[in-house]
């Protein structure tokens, strides 16, 4: 989705209304300031040019973190927007943040202690009822807010919102102190903290700007007046403007509790094209990028410019809603998984270093299974599947392919050609695709939020190290992506999610594993190596395999 998320209409439809006037890894990245078009900033007394320029790849889908669920909103968000749980810098580890320890005297209960003195940004004190006020307000959102294009996150980890989710209720013990319970256990509690879906914003600014007035539909919701133009945390930076397919700015914030760094500004410079995003890169008015294309790899390293990789805590997937026609037939998803030529698709169109994937988690997740049902690349037995389940040469398979276009994620750098080496794959074995394509706002929408979908792209990055953050998130609820009812696999991945040792879990997820593989809801691809580009100004940046990656952190050189 993230990611995520998962993963979801251009970003113009989204906000309407006029929005757009609203382990740390050392690296090298050459341009002076006087190179970048109109990011120069101003100049810290070392003369270094405080403006760090980064080149994105889209829109933030809302600058209200609650509806956040995509990579491009994440990097955003984690600028000016805290939780009470962070990461180990260079992991995806747990780590105090807001939360300075927390405790767990029972299966559902959780004491956070907080840090004190902190502000938000608009000058509200940071505490327990902020906490609470925050937790609350999730769990009551209704209508289009609840749906799965918004609030994506709580939904598929609090499994719903009111009386259905499996949050209980917040009290602010002290200013200090916020006691969370669950209703039922869930061993990925903490670490599921760290996603920017569980941002603390400022109950000042949430009521003053109306953060629960969005509209239209669940396939084409708007964001509310506080959604486009006025998020308000206690991160390093804050929000200074947005406009809409052009930039986002945010500047330094001068009350931040935490350390400040080099940077001062921060845009992200949207540049769809993966070719433009390396031009704007070599021409100096950037100074990095994420979602390095395979191609591009050699020639920025050979002109100086500095690669980084990030581990690979990701999915790509070929996903099926079997509420399409002809889907819901497991002789049909066998078929279009014996189709494909994993390792072909890796050698001609996915970065150096990427595997192969058996199954919807990578291998450090607890529960990755080496024994899952494996469907290697068999053309022949696949046409005879596709016979057995009643087509021919006269009467073809004819399904909906959709990806997305102008758009590049850690598991998917380019799926305009991924799409063009499964479509010959698969028209190969006689499937007639009807491709259909939509930017990646419009996208996620039409995939999460809406069901005239058929098989389609999308992917993974990890956003903590939990398996039910991978086959939890995908498969722990009936969702429009899938478009199956599978009672079973739901409740196994329920009663996997509260198991309370590593152990436990070790067993239930590969069990999990396994079933999911024999019910082939979709066909894990690959897990691509995600990799950035710099300029060599940037003379650190904090890398992380999940892209928990705050640019106070980063040091510049010129």
């Given amino acids: 989705m993230e990611g995520a998320q998962h993963m979801l209409h251009t970003a113009r439809r989204r906000w309407l209304a006029g929005a757009a006037a609203v382990a740390v890894g050392a690296i090298v990245l050459t341009a002076c300031a006087s190179q970048r078009d109109d990011g120069g900033g101003d100049e810290q007394s070392s003369d270094v040019d405080s403006t760090f320029v980064f080149g994105a790849s889209g829109d933030p889908a809302s600058l209200d973190p609650a509806f956040a669920s995509d990579g491009e909103t994440f990097r955003v968000a984690r600028q000016m927007f805290e939780g009470l749980v962070g990461t180990v810098p260079g992991t995806a580890d747990p780590a105090p943040l807001l939360a300075k320890s927390w405790e767990q005297p029972d299966d559902t209960t959780y004491i956070f202690t907080l840090e004190e003195g902190v502000k938000f940004h608009d000058g509200t004190d940071f505490n327990a009822e902020a906490v609470c006020y925050n937790f609350d307000r999730q769990n009551a959102f209704t209508g289009v807010a609840a749906s799965q294009s918004m609030a994506y996150y709580w939904g598929v980890i609090m ?18 102190q916020a006691t969370i319970t669950l209703k039922q256990p869930f061993a990925g ?17 949430l009521e003053e700007y109306g953060a629960d007035d969005v509209g239209g539909t669940e396939e084409a919701p708007v964001q509310s007046e506080y959604g486009q133009g006025h998020p308000t945390g206690t991160g390093p930076f804050v929000f200074d403007s947005i406009s809409i397919g052009e930039q986002t700015v945010l500047k330094a914030n001068p009350d931040y509790w935490g350390e400040q760094g080099d940077v001062q500004e921060v845009i992200f410079r949207v540049i769809g094209d993966t070719t433009a995003r390396r031009q704007a890169l070599e021409a100096g008015s950037i100074d990095g990028y994420d979602l390095v294309a395979p191609a591009d790899l050699k020639s920025l390293e050979d002109a100086g410019f500095s690669l980084v990789n990030r581990d690979p805590f990701n999915v790509l997937y070929l996903g099926m809603n079997q509420a399409a026609p002809g ?7 066998q078929a279009i998984a014996l189709a494909i030529d994993k390792d072909a698709l890796i050698t001609q169109v996915l970065p150096e270093g990427t595997v192969a ?67 010959s794959q698969l028209e190969a074995v006689g499937i007639v695709l009807n491709p259909v394509t939509n930017e990646w706002v419009e996208y996620l929408d039409l995939i999460q939020g809406g069901t005239d979908n058929a098989i389609h792209l999308l992917g993974w990055t990890g956003d903590y190290n939990d398996p039910d953050n991978f086959v939890g998130t995908f498969f722990g609820l009936p969702t429009n992506e899938w478009g199956f009812d599978n009672a079973e696999l739901f409740q196994a ?50 890398a992380s395999p999940v892209q928990d990656e705050v640019y106070n952190m980063v040091e510049l050189s010129e």
């Fill in 493 to 542: 991945l329920t009663d996997a999610r509260g198991l309370a040792t590593e152990d436990e879990q070790e067993a239930a997820y590969k069990a999990i594993n396994e079933q999911i593989m024999e019910f082939l809801p979709g066909v894990p691809l690959a897990h691509p190596v995600p990799t950035l580009a710099f300029d060599a100004r940037v003379t650190s940046y904090p």
């Fill in 327 to 333: 889907l819901s037939d497991p002789k049909v998803r």
């Fill in 159 to 176: 499994r719903g919102f009111g009386d259905e989710s499996i949050y209980d209720s917040c009290t602010a013990d002290s200013e200090t």
């Fill in 357 to 423: 994937a058996s199954q919807f988690m990578p291998e450090a997740v607890i529960g990755w299974n080496e024994d899952v049902t494996q469907y290697d690349y068999d053309p022949e037995a696949a046409k005879a599947l596709l016979a057995e389940a009643g087509y021919s040469d006269a009467n073809p398979l004819t399904i909906t392919f959709n990806y997305p276009v102008n758009i590049s994620r850690p598991y998917m750098p380019n799926p305009e050609q991924i799409f063009t080496n499964l479509q």
């Fill in 189 to 205: 509690f903490i670490p599921a903290l760290s996603l920017p879906s569980f941002s603390i914003q400022s109950p000042t600014a």
